[in-house]
């Protein structure tokens, strides 16, 4: 297995993830090695997926809109 990206002031975490997903990281993981020609990792493509949605505010607002919308629903 190879080394870990070494991060400045990293925190770990464990994640909970379906099998299915599981498979689907596994091959997107592997198509993103054979582009790029470097080893890509699960863990690193879940980092650029929630950096690219952190960076992006709008995309930011739209998932924390879809995640309360069952909420506003409810109140009105």
């Known amino acids: ?5 070494i991060l400045q002031d990293n925190v770990v975490v464990s994640a909970r993830i379906e099998s299915e997903m599981y498979s689907k990281l596994h ?3 592997a198509l993103e090695t054979i582009n790029s020609g470097r080893k890509v990792s699960i863990q ?3 980092r650029n997926a929630i ?3 952190y960076d992006d505010n709008e995309r930011l607002r739209e998932c924390f809109r879809r995640s309360r ?3 506003t629903k409810r109140f009105k």
């Open 1 to 5: 297995m190879a080394r870990p990206v």
């Open 27 to 29: 091959d997107i993981s």
């Open 44 to 46: 690193e493509l879940i």
């Open 51 to 53: 950096a690219f949605v």
């Open 69 to 71: 919308s069952h909420i």
